[in-house]
Structure formats: C-alpha cells, structure tokens
C-alpha cells in the first residue's frame, strides 16, 4: 500500500471533491481518480458510492478514515525521527583509542561537551591496538576510533588527519650515547631498547626503519605502557624511542633525549570511521567536533 494513496484518500474526504482534493495535491484529477482506485484494489472493498456527489463514503470508507490518519502520523513520526538523527544523538558511541593522545588531540573535553548537549549519548572508549581497532571498525565493533592509519588501510574507512607527534630516543643519563654530539640510525646498532609491543604502530615504523637500513638491534623487554617505558629507560634497563612529551617528563629522572640527525620517528593521529552510510551520526559528528578543536 502506498503511503500517497492514504493521503489522496484523506484529501478526498477533507475536501468533498475529487477536483478540489487534486488541486490540493498537485495532481492532475485522472491520476487522482486512479489513486483512489488502486487503494480501493489493495483494500478489496469500495470506499464511497460510485456515481454521488459530493462522494459519499461507504461503511468501510467511514472505517478507514481513523487508521489512515493515525497511518499517516506514523510515517511523518518516522521522517521526523530519520531527519533529526544527526542533530539529537542517541545509543551508544563506540570509540577505539591509542594510549596518551590526549596532548594531541583534547578527546577528552570533545566528548564531555557532546555528552552535555546530547544526554541520551553514551560513550564506550577501549585502548586498544591499531590492528584491533582497524579489524574491529571493519566488523562493526566499533563506531570509530583515533589510531596511526596505515598507508595499506582498508578502502571502507575514511581516514582524517589530525595531528602529528614526534618521537624522540630516549636514555639515561649513564649510557654511553649521551656523551655523543649527534646520533643517526647507524649509531644504533646492536643498541639494547625498551620496545613498545609488536602490533603497535610506532612499533611497525621502528621495525621497518631498522630492516631497511640494514641493522638490528636487541630488545631488552616489551611494555605496553609509556610511563612503564619511562621508568625503564631511567633506571638504564635501555635506550627507547618515545613521544616527546613522554620524555621530557623524564628530565628530573635522569633522562635524555634527542632526534635523530638522519631518521625521522613520528606517529601520526588520525580519525577513523566506516566510509559513507556506514558512519555513525555521533561519529561524524566526533569527527567535525575534534577537527574543530584542533584546527
């Protein structure tokens, strides 16, 4: 059944007419005529007394009017209810995020105010690793989330840029390195390092960098935690390669840092969602929300 029959119908009884009904909604009065019949078809039964004017309804005529009308409320509730989705944001928002991003990229005030405006939003944040997050926004686990996108990242996320963060190496003050007054790539050789965890982007960028310069290096431990890292490049367990705001936080503990004269070490922050109709409302909406505020 055709929602415009319901409301030609409507028409017919409001206006008395079949000409003032079409008038009324545009149509031409054959094309009104045959509306009119179609519903009838779909119903089985006539709706007013062929041949009388004005029209007269018959019984089931006089039965339908109530249900059209309510038929009608119903489907302009669901347009109302579709058209305003982007504006009143409701249900939960999925969000995967990499540790200490919050220097970067203030996600923390975004979301506070969002949750002001919005009340019936709710949020669920995971910190989890950018391989996780990629599989888990591929299967709908995820509404979007702040990680370093890979250059291979599926075609179906929509990747926004948000902010850049250098990595400095990071060591105490007894390694041998801090007497040096430079450092490149070479120097690193065979060199012992605190590692952040394999599937870690930065971990993936050290790694490449390494291979394709042709040297190694040993790893002394993995930590999934910079602050953990921190306190291990400290107390000399190894060198570290770590965000600069992390290191500097080591100053007072005996730590330094550099960058390296021939090697840049960056972890890029950016903003990841499903590719068009597949985003989220609140998503998109995070989205503008966190690119404003960085901009």
Request: aromatic letters at 6%; a neutral charge.
């Amino acid at each position: 059944m055709d929602i415009r029959h319901l409301r030609h119908f409507l028409a017919l009884v409001e206006e008395g007419s079949f000409t003032r009904a079409a008038r009324r909604e545009f149509i031409v009065q054959s094309g009104f005529s045959s509306s009119i019949r179609a519903l009838e078809n779909d119903l089985g039964v006539d709706l007013y007394v062929k041949g009388t004017r004005p029209p007269r309804l018959t019984a089931e005529g006089r039965a339908l009017i109530p249900a059209a009308r309510e038929a009608l409320r119903s489907f302009h509730a669901v347009h109302d209810a579709v058209g305003q989705a982007g504006r009143r944001l409701t249900g939960w928002l999925t969000i995967g995020v990499f540790t200490h991003v919050e220097h970067l990229v203030p996600v923390a005030g975004v979301l506070s105010r969002m949750t002001a405006l919005h009340p019936a939003l709710e949020l669920r944040m995971s910190q989890l690793p950018t391989e996780v997050m990629l599989q888990r926004l591929a299967d709908g686990r995820l509404d979007c989330a702040l990680l370093s996108a890979p250059e291979a990242a599926p075609r179906e996320l929509e990747i926004t840029h948000l902010a850049t963060e250098p990595f400095v190496l990071a060591g105490s003050r007894g390694h041998p390195l801090h007497r040096s007054s430079s450092i490149g790539l070479a120097d690193l050789a065979n060199q012992r390092f605190v590692e952040m965890p394999r599937y870690w982007a930065v971990r993936t960028e050290l790694d490449r960098l390494f291979r394709e310069a042709g040297l190694r290096r040993e790893r002394v431990c993995e930590v999934d935690d910079w602050g953990m890292a921190l306190d291990l490049v400290a107390g000399g367990a190894g060198l570290a390669f770590l965000p600069r705001a992390v290191a500097e936080q080591g100053r007072d503990a005996g730590v330094w840092s550099v960058t390296l004269d021939d090697a840049v070490v960056e972890r890029p922050v950016d903003f990841v969602l499903p590719r068009g109709e597949a985003a989220t409302p609140a998503a998109r909406r995070l989205r503008t929300e966190l690119v404003a505020a960085v901009s």
